[in-house]
């Protein structure tokens, strides 16, 4: 019987890139192209260019469906998506390719239909259409998030509406997203959050402090990182060394030099042992359990280029390894079309 998939995972061989499916099974062959993940359909690509790249999308059924033709590009957000056409000079494009009106020196994904724009280093927001809605003069603009989005004009930092007016003063020193109705703010160097009405849901006493993810949010204070709910409440103490949102229930945590997932209630569940943990979509995340090493050498300066590539596993929400990347370890020449001739075995498992 057919399986189907949900969504799509790069894979890389070297200098090729092929996706699995949830299964572990390859679905669209390696190709030599860079691939990055698919969001809303399409995956950006990276394609050799005359010693470069050059920038373009992969669809779901494994073809090049806008050409390789920007300087850089990101993943696509309610439909559009930014590239560099030139030198400092961006712009979106809709799934077919189509550029839309305007060129802008720096741009934000859309978010709620309106996309952060800059000219000179003035910030606006822009429509679908490539239109200035709100007119630039902002120094920092960030996404909509609840019909609101962080902004600053004079190095302070509140929210704007959708049509430009101060909704919250900008009073703090940063500030995060509005998530379930609350957002961390930085007041007198510590952060805490605060709802619409500016009331303090949480007092400003985290070294740092991020959004909301699935009712929980990462904070720092002089312990570590740890975890707080809507109200405040720690579901993790901060004691651990860095961490990562949650996402479908878990989150990642670094314990020492070892990443591994922590549920809700803050408990491990797959231990610390990755050198890197991503969020889990799907299902499966993304997990880097050891390193290449190429060396090149420089004849005119006699001088070496290092380059570290991460080997990366996927693993289902129980730790287990549903994707495996071909180990040639122990001394064993990689395949020429590979690309590297000088691997280095990295130890991981140890918690």
Not at 38 to 46: N, P, R, S
Not at 109 to 138: C, K, M, R
Request: with cysteine; glycine share 10%.
């Amino acid at each position: 019987m057919t399986r189907t998939y949900q969504r799509l995972y790069p894979v890389h061989f070297g200098n090729r890139t092929g996706y699995i499916d949830q299964h572990g099974e390859i679905v669209i062959s390696p190709k030599p192209f860079l691939g990055h993940d698919f969001h809303d359909g399409f995956a950006v690509v990276e394609v050799p260019d005359h010693g470069e790249f050059a920038y373009g999308f992969l669809n779901e059924a494994g073809r090049i469906a806008i050409r390789a033709r920007f300087l850089w590009a990101d993943a696509f957000h309610e439909g559009f998506a930014r590239v560099e056409l030139k030198h400092d000079c961006f712009s979106f494009v809709d799934p077919h390719g189509q550029p839309t009106p305007g060129n802008f020196t720096a741009l934000r994904n859309f978010s709620e239909g309106l996309a952060a724009a800059s000219t000179n280093g003035h910030w606006g927001y822009i429509d679908s259409s490539g239109q200035f809605v709100i007119q630039p003069g902002l120094l920092h603009a960030g996404q909509f998030s609840e019909g609101l989005a962080a902004a600053t004009v004079s190095g302070r930092a509140g929210f704007i509406d959708r049509t430009g007016k101060w909704a919250i003063k900008d009073n703090y020193e940063q500030a995060w997203p509005f998530r379930a109705g609350r957002a961390a703010v930085q007041i007198n160097n510590f952060f805490g959050y605060i709802d619409r009405s500016e009331k303090w849901i949480v007092k400003p006493i985290f070294e740092f402090a991020w959004p909301h993810y699935e009712g929980l949010a990462h904070v720092v204070d002089a312990a570590g990182h740890g975890f707080i709910d809507l109200a405040g409440n720690s579901v993790a103490a901060p004691h651990f060394d860095d961490a990562r949102d949650f996402s479908e229930g878990l989150a990642a945590v670094k314990v020492g030099k070892k990443w591994g997932y922590i549920d809700a209630r803050g408990t491990l569940v797959i231990r610390p042992q990755f050198l890197e943990a991503e969020p889990f979509h799907h299902g499966i995340a993304r997990v880097v359990v050891d390193e290449m090493v190429q060396t090149t050498e420089i004849a005119e300066t006699h001088t070496e280029n290092v380059e570290r590539v991460p080997i990366c596993n996927y693993i289902d929400k129980v730790g287990q390894t549903i994707w495996k990347w071909p180990s040639f370890f122990n001394n064993a020449p990689y395949p020429r079309d590979i690309g590297y001739r000088t691997p280095r075995a990295v130890t991981v498992g140890a918690a």
